[in-house]
């Protein structure tokens, strides 16, 4: 999986769909804010909108004196993105939080019965000036980290410390040009990005790509990042972003982050969703086994893959 992989992926970029709101009414009397201040206020204002979405997904099962066997589990998992977006003239300006964290209760095992199943916090921030009808001149910062420790369970009596808070973390700052065809995708090219890994956890600096006893990488290359966002039908939603970097310095080794969501909304709080993410780094180790006593044995880089189906309440604002 390595020179040249992922040459071509689809084209597609999401965007969120804002809805405008009326901006504040003056009431009679209050004779000290005058017209022009309003006016004022609404030219700085109106061009901002706030779309986001958070929810809490949830699933229990029990067993008592169930025949055909089977173990009690609690799984809980909540969520947020949040967006604060300015568009004015020739000028745009996306900000995105999304945040995810979630765990796992499981009574088989009495020495880890809870697990890590969700842990994710990812800023981006992308601002652009329109050069030409569908294209901008554009620079992008983004940010990608967990909350948490994190364990990989190779025996069901040990476990071994893999991540943490920025460990690893990961940062892009780029300059580039976007290509915003319509609402619903778009295609952000930068021949100028620098990108910077941080573990600040030195036991688990070879895992990702450091050498021994370093706290930070820095790479330069080349940088891609393709985003879509469209209803498939009404009430199903694909939102899909995928990432694609390459350092010049192994130019042709690329790293992939793709993640999809595809929500189904059954009401105005209750949707399900399926969301997948695959990610390929050609500087992170996979496991390939472990010893008796639990120390894990590290290989080469393998496809990462990830899938969560889940049912629960969700509110859009």
């Known amino acids: 999986m390595k020179k040249t992989l992922f040459s071509t992926l689809l084209?597609?970029?999401?965007?969120?769909?804002?809805?405008?709101?009326?901006?504040?009414?003056?009431?009679k009397g209050k004779g000290n804010i005058s017209l022009d201040s309003i006016n004022a206020a609404s030219k700085d204002t109106a061009f901002w909108f706030f779309p986001g979405v958070t929810g809490l997904n949830f699933t229990q099962t029990a067993f008592v004196n169930w025949a055909e066997g089977g173990q009690n589990s609690i799984t809980g998992n909540a969520f947020v993105q949040l967006n604060a977006n300015y568009r004015k003239k020739k000028m745009l300006w996306n900000n995105n939080l999304s945040a995810e964290y979630g765990k796992f209760y499981s009574s088989v095992n009495p020495n880890f019965h809870w697990k890590k199943?969700?842990?994710?916090?990812?800023?981006?921030?992308?601002?652009?000036?329109?050069?030409?009808?569908?294209?901008?001149?554009a620079a992008l910062?983004?940010?990608?980290?967990?909350?948490?420790?994190?364990?990989?369970?190779?025996?069901?009596?040990?476990?071994?410390?893999v991540?943490?808070?920025m460990a690893p973390g990961y940062l892009i700052t780029s300059i580039g040009m976007n290509y915003i065809p319509n609402k619903y995708a778009s295609l952000y090219l930068s021949p100028t990005t620098a990108r910077f890994v941080f573990v600040r956890d030195t036991i688990l600096s070879i895992r990702y790509g450091l050498d021994e006893g370093k706290t930070v990488k820095a790479e330069?290359?080349?940088?891609?990042?393709?985003?879509?966002?469209?209803?498939?039908?009404?009430?199903v939603n694909l939102n899909s972003?995928?990432?694609?970097?390459?350092?010049?310095?192994?130019?042709?080794?690329?790293?992939?982050?793709w993640e999809m969501l595809l929500t189904m909304?059954?009401?105005?709080?209750?949707?399900?969703?399926?969301?997948?993410?695959?990610?390929?780094?050609?500087?992170?180790?996979?496991?390939?086994?472990?010893?008796?006593?639990g120390t894990e044995i590290l290989g080469g880089p393998k496809v990462q893959f990830m899938d969560v189906i889940a049912v629960g309440f969700a509110y859009n604002f």
């Not at 972003?241 to 080794?253: D, I, P, Q, R, V």
């Not at 500087?283 to 008796?292: F, L, N, P, W």
């Open 11 to 27: 084209l597609v970029l999401s965007f969120s769909i804002y809805a405008q709101n009326d901006l504040l009414n003056a009431s």
């Open 117 to 137: 199943n969700a842990d994710r916090l990812s800023l981006t921030s992308n601002f652009g000036y329109q050069a030409t009808k569908h294209w901008y001149y």
């Open 141 to 161: 910062v983004n940010f990608r980290t967990q909350f948490s420790k994190g364990y990989d369970y190779p025996t069901d009596s040990t476990r071994t410390y």
């Open 163 to 165: 991540s943490n808070f």
């Open 220 to 235: 330069f290359g080349a940088y891609a990042v393709v985003l879509n966002n469209f209803d498939i039908m009404k009430n």
């Open 241 to 257: 972003k995928l990432e694609l970097f390459s350092a010049y310095e192994t130019f042709g080794n690329v790293v992939v982050n």
């Open 265 to 293: 909304k059954v009401n105005k709080y209750v949707n399900a969703s399926v969301r997948t993410v695959l990610r390929y780094d050609d500087a992170v180790k996979s496991i390939q086994g472990a010893t008796e006593d």
